[in-house]
């Protein structure tokens, strides 16, 4: 206990340091699973390398409109470790800047549905065994009886192909998963002890629903958020692989597969490393979504 | 056996949802900005030839009422004219279909069958050489998505090995069977024809295993961890002190409560193949449901992306409905008293 500083003085008195103690603990049971690790490394470097994009990408200019027809087609060298697709531009720039789109999708589909569903979800919950909780939850059955990707695609469709409107045909197919997630939860919570001492001693519904609920539910949402990010980038590129979403020259992940697949199998660098880098991005929140599953989790045998 | 008023009360839930689908897919293709009637003449066409087909469409009605035509003739079997083909709907879908539907066929099947029997042999050697070899590829399995597989396995065997053919659905040249079902294994089978089952068995092999890769791997998982939850059970450890075989202990008494998360999941997955199929079959050259997909999405064809989402609708419900089933049957709590646990 001592070594640790789990239960000192100060942490008593003082909220924040326990948050901080409680953080170290967090830190301290995730570092112990080097999967674990190796995916914060992962993600961190995704996020690096969208960030500094144009310092990091050895030809920055590649990501818009560029043609070069004197190095088009080429395999992997030292020039271009990716090679360079059908109008000679470098695919690992191209990659590199496809990460600002992803993650950007990933955020704002996440930023919007994670808190819609999670309200709604409580609120099911909470209000379970009453009409407010028959409402949610048939209309979120009618969004759940399609997969994310069919929804996603179909609404997409319909839209115009850009960006933004990809992102509101995830985001629409996203939220309702996370009311779904959040409603099993709260509605066995509300049944704890803890909760019923808080309503009897009055405690307003928004009490009850945001420090006695919500609480309790976050380790399996954050667990869930963290492994969604990959996923969100897949349905993304799924998205653009079918001309939906970003649009050319501009780059993105499915959209150079699909450039690539035209040209397989003689110039298979094409397809193959976007294919590389949408695993890698999904591996790399996978394994650090796990290890925050393992690290938020109570202590087991 | 009280199967009958589960599956009844199961079947009203899924019209309910089915109905609120209906109701989702079509506002959303009439909210959408733009006219329909104008997308599908084109921009140069005349106003009054684009006001006629407004009127044909119905799309100068009150949105209620609008719905309620289009309902009238959904429930009449008929999903409207494609904007793009100039066919009905219906004739489209039933002529690409099959094709898309015999590949998702193959692709359930190993899923099931391989997803389930890696779980099971891996639980049952659990911390073995060979769980850590199946976990590890699971885990891949899991994290690569099904149209980076398909670039991979063509790769593969497109490029290394030639034992797989890559493209289409039949090789070039070949006439294909008498349509019956429309499935090319099928018909051919029908016809006698066991040489063209062949080819066509052969160029479903790389896009349902690179379709089934993932939920594959899922399935493997799910199964595993299931089946090690149950093993450390009270009445599966005196089971075994009775000295019930072990066979029987892990074929009877461990799977029927284990198989009832992964199937749940599975059935998620396989309609799921539906829309990864997209990307599969375009890699493949696979003349599916997605080369007329990806068309009449790209061109706005309202009437058939409808048609096209209504379908896997109802065979996304349908198959909810057959793995309730499946779960009412492995786990009697559901089936007498129709909870859900």
Redesign the interface.
Known sequence: MTTKGILTASSLENPWARTLDSLKKTWYKFSRNWLSVLGLVMVVTIFFLAVFAPYVAPYPQHSGKFVDFKSKNQPPSWQHLMGTDTIGRDILSRIIFAFRNALLMAIVVLAISVPFGTLTGLTAGYYSGTWVETVIMRVTDVFISLPPIILALSIAAMLKPTLMNSMIAVTVSWWPWYTRITYSLASSIKNEYYVQAAELTGASKIYILFREILPNCSSSLLTKMALDVGWVTLVGAALSFVGLGEQPPKPALGTMIAEGVERMPTQWWIALFPALAIMFVVLGFNLFGDGIRDALSPEEA | MRLGPFVLRRLAISI???F??S???FL??RI?PGDPARMALGPRAPVDVVERLRQQMHLDRPLLQQYGLWLWEVAHGNLGDSLVTRRPVKQDIREFFPATLELVGLTAIFIVVAGISLGVISARYANTWFDNVVRLFS??G????A??WA??L??LF??VWHIFP?YGRLTEGVIPPATITGMFTIDSLLNGRFDLFWDAFMHLILPAIALALPPMSQAARITRSSMADNQNKDCIASMIAYGVPNRVVTGKYLLKPSLISPITVMA?DI??T???A??VE??FGFPGLARY??Q???N?D?NA?VG??MV??VV??TLNIVVDIIVAYLDPRIRLLGRNV
Not at chain 2, 142 to 145: K, N, Q
């Open positions: 309910f949802v089915l609120g689908l109701i989702l897919i959303i293709a959408v885990y891949l899991i994290v690569t998505p149209f980076a670039v991979i063509m790769l497109g490029f890559t998620l309609a799921a539906f829309g990864y997209f990307m375009k890699i997909g990806i009449v999405m790209l706005k309202v992306i096209v989402v896997l609708g996304f419900i």
